[in-house]
Nanobody, 126 residues
Framework: QLQLVESGGGLVQPGGSLRLSCAIS????????IGWFRQAPGKEREGVSC????????KYADSLKGRFTISRDNANNTAYLQMNSLKPEDAAVYYC???????????????????WGHGTQVTVSS
């Protein structure tokens, strides 16, 4: 059974950092493009970052460049999202997703993804 499980969310003060993890089971991570998305209350789901299967090609939402870093550990079937300098507007439920297709610069589009986790809550507040 294919499964993605996010963890690492929580409450952090503005300017703080969190590292989200996405543990994959039931399939081999390096066969999939991995994306991170987020959804705040009352807003549409938006693409945060995505990473290619083996060559590590990455893409970030323009507003997040320099603060967030996506990575993957294929050997341990886990993907990560390091988030630094967090702002209140970064608060959302964060989801990881897996796409069987090839990596493209369009990898921030949610419809591309075949499998989704249930999300982890990130709250940024003092």
């Amino acid at each position: 059974q294919l499964q993605l499980v996010e963890s690492g969310g929580g409450l952090v003060q503005p300017g703080g950092s969190l590292r989200l993890s996405c543990a994959i089971s039931g399939f081999t991570l390096d066969d999939y493009v991995i994306g991170w998305f987020r959804q705040a209350p009352g807003k549409e789901r938006e693409g945060v970052s995505c990473i290619g299967r083996r060559d590590g090609s990455t893409k970030y939402a323009d507003s997040l460049k320099g603060r967030f870093t996506i990575s993957r550990d294929n050997a341990n079937n886990t993907a990560y999202l390091q988030m630094n300098s967090l702002k209140p507007e970064d608060a959302a439920v964060y989801y990881c997703a897996a796409d069987r297709g090839a990596w493209t610069p369009l990898c921030l589009r949610a419809p591309k993804y075949d499998y989704w986790g249930h999300g982890t809550q990130v709250t940024v507040s003092s």
